[in-house]
């Protein structure tokens, strides 16, 4: 016959899931205040392509073809010099959303946003030999020139 005691262990683990669940809801409000502000550490932040996504973009799916220094390889031809390193960020943004299926170079505009097209254009600007070229419509590429 059992005469164990019955502990009444009820009180303590309901603290814990208190703890649990507000420690939970505390990080969760955290992370909304910091997307809320703009706050780089936001996870799921859908704001504007820094510029390590411009890269990150550029690495993925354009530099098997541009290079990973934009000066071409067999599947693509170089965007810091000959004829397309003269094109200006508006031109580079319609080229790589329209795409030139005829010649291989694949159209982005349903892939990408248009945030994410205009980052990665900056991007190949910021590739060239003297940078950014001055262009009257051009911006800076996010972040400021890289070493
Ligand atoms: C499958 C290979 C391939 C991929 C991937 C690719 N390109 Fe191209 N790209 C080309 C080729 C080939 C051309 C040359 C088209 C021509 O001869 O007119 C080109 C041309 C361009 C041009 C010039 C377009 C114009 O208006 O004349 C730009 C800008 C460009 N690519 C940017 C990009 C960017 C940015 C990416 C990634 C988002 C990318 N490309 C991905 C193959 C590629």
């Known amino acids: 016959m059992s005469t164990r005691p019955v502990r009444p262990r009820g009180k303590g683990s309901a603290w814990i899931l208190a703890f649990v669940a507000f420690s939970g809801i505390g990080l969760g409000v955290l992370l909304a205040v910091g997307c ?3 706050a780089n550490e936001c996870p ?4 504007p392509p820094s510029a390590g996504d411009a890269r990150g973009i550029w690495l993925r799916s354009c530099a ?10 067999r599947s693509g031809p170089s965007l810091i010099s000959g004829k397309f390193a003269a094109l200006t ?4 943004e319609e080229g790589i959303a329209r795409g030139k299926p005829l010649s291989g170079m ?7 946003s248009p945030e ?3 980052a ?5 600007l910021g590739l060239r030999p003297g940078g950014p070229t001055a262009s009257p419509t051009s ?3 996010p972040g400021g020139p890289r070493p």
């Open 44 to 47: 799921f932040r859908p704001g």
């Open 36 to 38: 809320a502000v703009g």
């Open 139 to 141: 911006s800076p590429p």
């Open 120 to 124: 990665v254009a900056a991007y190949v």
């Open 106 to 112: 694949p159209a982005f505009r349903r892939s990408m």
């Open 64 to 73: 098997a073809c541009h290079g990973v220094t934009g000066k071409g390889t």
């Open 89 to 92: 960020v508006p031109e580079l």
């Open 116 to 118: 994410e097209i205009a």
